[in-house]
């Protein structure tokens, strides 16, 4: 009754999600003999919590980052080549601060992917400018820019972000122009902002798919310039266990698959 006689109170003041603890909160306040201040105390830490994770979730969205691929809940137990102090390190974001890359190169399913929207999903919640995107949709998106006029708004766009993540680089064959463009991202992100990139492919393979030896050379350069390398290739295919049936109890998947 409380809560339905304030609620309209609430919602003019726009703090109308207080309406889902302050019923809890009146009785807490009753069983301690709790002050009105602390009682105030309370409930606007309430709102404030609330309103704060409504954000984190709108820029995970924003960011196209699955908020359940996190750092917790990927199985190390699979991937025995990742090192947990290395990406511990990384949780920090310190690598942001410094404008550095990283590179995690394996086969497909072990897990890269699931690391990198870890290390976004991190990056969001301290409040950088984040996006992750598959490199085939990425370069897809800047051709239709190109196409309406919003190509050069849309590169500022991804030169400019805190952290970008290019997942499955190499995947698909690019075609001359996805190269340029591609390159022009590395390039003009190089020391100034922190890119990831995912690969099935060895670096050796990297000219292959740019189709240009020496732009390959250049952007690999610029890439691995102050980065930490992550290789995942010592690590079974977390998907072709599980169709194999190999994964069969909750030990078996640790603390969360990989997917």
Request: proline share 3%; with cysteine.
């Amino acid at each position: 009754m409380i809560a339905a006689d304030m609620l309209p109170r609430l919602k003019a003041l726009r703090m109308g999600g207080m309406i889902h603890s302050l019923e809890e909160r009146v009785k807490q306040a009753s069983d301690s003999d709790m002050g009105y201040l602390e009682f105030l105390e309370l409930l606007l830490n309430d709102e404030v919590n609330r309103r704060e994770s409504r954000k984190y979730q709108s820029r995970l969205t924003e960011a196209c980052v699955d908020p359940g691929k996190r750092y917790d809940s990927f199985n190390f137990r699979m991937s025995p080549t990742v090192s947990r102090g290395t990406m511990e390190t990384l949780m920090t974001c310190e690598y942001i601060n410094r404008s550095e890359n990283v590179i995690l190169i394996g086969p497909s399913g072990t897990g890269k992917s699931h690391l990198s929207q870890a290390l976004a999903n991190k990056a969001v919640k301290m409040g950088y400018k984040v996006l992750f995107k598959q490199a085939h949709k990425l370069l897809n998106t800047l051709n239709s820019r190109r196409a309406d006029g919003g190509y050069p708004q849309y590169m500022r766009t991804l030169q400019n972000l805190d952290l970008l993540i290019i997942d499955d680089f190499g995947l698909m064959p690019l075609t001359h122009q996805n190269a340029n463009d591609l390159y022009e991202i590395i390039q003009e992100r190089y020391e100034r902002k922190s890119t990831v990139v995912t690969s099935n492919r060895s670096m050796r393979e990297w000219d292959e798919v740019f189709g240009n030896q020496l732009m390959a050379s250049a952007a690999l350069d610029r890439l691995t310039h102050h980065s930490q390398l992550i290789d995942m290739s010592g690590a079974e295919s977390y998907r072709q266990k599980e169709r194999k049936g190999e994964l069969t109890s909750p030990g078996d998947t640790g603390e969360g698959g990989i997917r």
